[in-house]
């Protein structure tokens, strides 16, 4: 595009549930907030701010920046539509681009179809324009345009994202069943831990929690880790202001013993993996990793930090009843060795859950993927809770 300062909607997706965290996550860099809605936040900004927006925030998936909004009852409306916009000014003639949608329309069966449509409207502007065409593919490494289509309305944008934001680019491997990045990242932001107090993450598996949680303390943002953005194939992209941008990422992150962050796992496969991924996030030196069966990890004397478990769901029968144990063994964990701290675990067997033996004070509602889960909070009353509250 001739530039990147023109101000236009801006649309930050997230899975749902998350987009409370992504508010106070994009409130934090300065934006003010349009709207916030199930799968995501508005505002308005430049293509600059989405350069920000996308080296920055650590809850979303994409960062949608609009080109047009129009109506569109079918599919010739569409390709209309989307042949008026000026694509030789945003994709290179010898570059490569991909289509991406959301399409609730009764006239179209496959959003596929959709995505075609618009491929051939700017294939076809090019094609008689230059005689020529970038090419196109179903990889999102390069330009990619985004179709939001919902009965009559349509919206083109830019996906200045390319692959999702939702994994942060450090693990260099994932371990078993590990929690998405932006969903530990949103969970952390909803837990009441105030980045300085300790950290205790017990059944750690591939730590991506107590990594998200140093990223958190020293204030290490996920751009850190990443090299390639949709924004960077766009006409008019410029080096040096991602560059500086990318520098300011350097330069805000805090160095000093920060808050103590400990990670334990019975798995000794699975502490080797966490210390890789750490090594790769560049926060290794923060984190005390032990190889423990949960009940004996360490558990600083604090009244302000937070435990955090993360166990298995059970997914079979067998499984279920063996965890009912487990399930029990952490509420007993928390009551004898973790007083004064706040509790939380994070699960999707509410079942489970009630085998804790403890009172949540809060229950906060997440998708783990397609699993309804939930933060159980609990407060662990160094003395008694009405000791607590005369004090």
Not at 325 to 347: H, L, P, S
């Amino acid at each position: 595009m001739q530039s990147f300062n023109q101000p236009s909607r801006i649309i930050v997706t997230c899975s749902k549930r998350i987009a409370p965290f992504l508010e106070k996550d994009i409130a934090g860099l300065g934006y003010k907030i349009k709207r916030i809605f199930a799968t995501g936040i508005e505002l308005n900004g430049t293509l600059q701010d989405c350069i920000r927006l996308n080296l920055n925030i650590r809850c979303a998936s994409q960062v949608l920046y609009s080109l047009k909004s129009f109506e569109c009852k079918d599919a010739i409306a569409l390709y209309e539509q989307v042949s008026k916009i000026q694509w030789e000014s945003i994709i290179p003639k010898n570059g490569y681009f991909s289509i991406t949608s959301n399409v609730d329309n009764e006239t179209i069966n496959n959003p596929l179809f959709a995505n075609v449509k618009v491929k051939d409207a700017i294939v076809d502007r090019f094609r008689n324009k230059f005689n020529e065409r970038p090419y196109s593919g179903p990889e999102l490494n390069k330009t990619v345009i985004n179709l939001y289509w919902k009965n009559d309305e349509a919206q083109i944008f830019i996906d200045t994202s390319g692959e999702t934001l939702s994994k942060h680019g450090y693990r260099r491997i994932p371990g078993k069943a590990p929690m998405l990045e932006s969903l530990a990242a949103a969970t952390l932001i909803a837990s009441k831990w105030d980045f300085k107090s300790p950290f205790i993450n017990p059944m750690c598996g591939s730590s991506t929690l107590a990594i998200e949680a140093a990223m958190l303390a020293t204030n290490r943002r996920p751009g850190l880790f990443r090299d390639n953005y949709g924004f960077m194939h766009i006409l008019g992209f410029i080096d040096e202001f991602f560059d500086k941008e990318k520098q300011r990422l350097n330069d805000q992150i805090k160095v000093g013993p920060g808050s103590k962050i400990i990670a334990t796992d019975i798995s000794p496969d699975a502490i080797n993996i966490s210390k890789i991924n750490a090594a790769a996030a560049g926060v290794a030196d923060l984190i005390e990793f032990n190889v423990c069966d949960f009940k004996e990890t360490v558990v600083p004397d604090n009244s302000q930090g937070i435990v955090f478990f993360n166990p298995e769901y059970g997914e079979r029968l067998g499984d279920e009843i063996e965890l009912e144990q487990i399930y029990a063994e952490i509420g007993d964990f928390m009551k004898q060795k973790c007083k004064g701290y706040t509790g939380y675990v994070f699960t999707g067997n509410f079942n489970l859950a009630k085998k804790i033996g403890l009172k949540p004070k809060r229950k906060i509602e997440f998708y783990n993927g397609k699993i309804d889960c939930r933060l159980m909070e609990y407060e662990l009353y160094a003395g008694s809770k009405r000791e607590n509250k005369n004090s």
